[in-house]
């Protein structure tokens, strides 16, 4: 399979039966994929095992893309429903439901070793993001990290939610999502300011 080929295409020849079509969509994707779930767990071992766990997932689900419609949102569904079904198991939470993924901090590893990169602006903005509710933070990663489109996430959180999710309800869950992280990060940089933490 050609290396140049559309997402799409690649898509249809793996359906079909070609490995390597499978080869050039994980090149194309995983580390982005790796991206989405370092940002969330901030561990690379568990972003390498979810990665690993997502093309499985996609490999298992190939028969079920649907190629009217584009890859990438369908293969981040995946990945976020990856990502949600990391958290419960983390948190235990199966019992008490997905509500409770709202309120829960996600979860911080390996300290300031696993993140040299990491100066205070990227560290204001990953707190501010670490407060919103799950639904209003996986619009944000996947809009303002992956450069999705609205449409695009409104596909990949058909996966996520397993129910048909409208544009327009993306478009709101975005501008809360963005309204609470200028107020979030206002309310840290006045803290900030004041000394405190």
């Known amino acids: 399979m050609d290396a140049t080929a559309s997402d ?54 190939r028969a079920t893309y649907r190629s ?15 990502r949600i079904d990391e958290l419960r198991r983390r948190y235990r939470t199966q019992e008490i439901g997905d509500d409770a993924l709202d309120s829960m901090p996600l979860p911080v590893e390996g300290g300031a070793d696993a993140w040299p990169e990491a100066n205070e602006a990227a560290e204001r903005v990953r707190r501010a993001v670490d407060m919103l509710p ?18 695009e996430i409104a596909i990949a959180l058909r996966e996520v939610e397993g129910k048909s999710i409208s544009e327009v309800a993306v478009r709101v869950r975005a501008f809360r999502a963005y309204d609470a992280l200028r107020t979030t990060l206002a309310d840290l940089d006045d803290r900030e300011g004041r000394g405190e933490r």
């Open 134 to 151: 799950d639904g209003q933070r996986i619009v944000v990663l996947l809009h303002r990290f992956e450069g999705m489109s609205f449409g």
């Open 8 to 61: 799409e295409e690649l898509m249809r020849a793996y359906v079909a039966g070609d490995a390597r079509a499978f080869e050039v969509l994980f090149t194309r994707y995983a580390a982005r994929v790796h991206a989405l779930f370092a940002r969330t767990f901030r561990s690379r071992a568990i972003a390498d095992d979810l990665v690993q766990t997502t093309f499985m997932k996609i490999h298992a689900a």
């Open 68 to 82: 009217d419609l584009p890859v990438r949102p369908w293969l981040f569904g995946i990945a976020a429903r990856v």
